[in-house]
């Protein structure tokens, strides 16, 4: 579900979903990314971020389906 700001009556129902599992070792350096994620998509976008870990992680995908 995709929201509008803070108004839920803007709400919407996203065309598609993702999933994505982090083994708990991997924990403390996925908060880092998340606490770094402003500069960091300061140098590379988000889509183009996932794009790329999608490709590295040889996952099929249409981006027709992957934006909306």
């Given at each position: 579900?995709?929201?509008k700001g803070r108004d839920l009556a803007g709400f919407h129902w996203q065309t598609?979903?993702?999933a994505f599992t982090v083994s708990k070792s991997s924990v403390p350096a996925v908060k880092r990314y998340i606490e770094n994620q402003k500069e960091h998509h300061r140098k590379q976008t988000y889509k183009d971020e996932f794009i790329e870990f999608?490709?590295?992680?040889e996952i099929e995908?249409?981006?027709r389906y992957v934006w909306d």
């Open positions: 579900m995709k929201t598609g979903y993702g999608l490709e590295k992680h995908y249409d981006e």
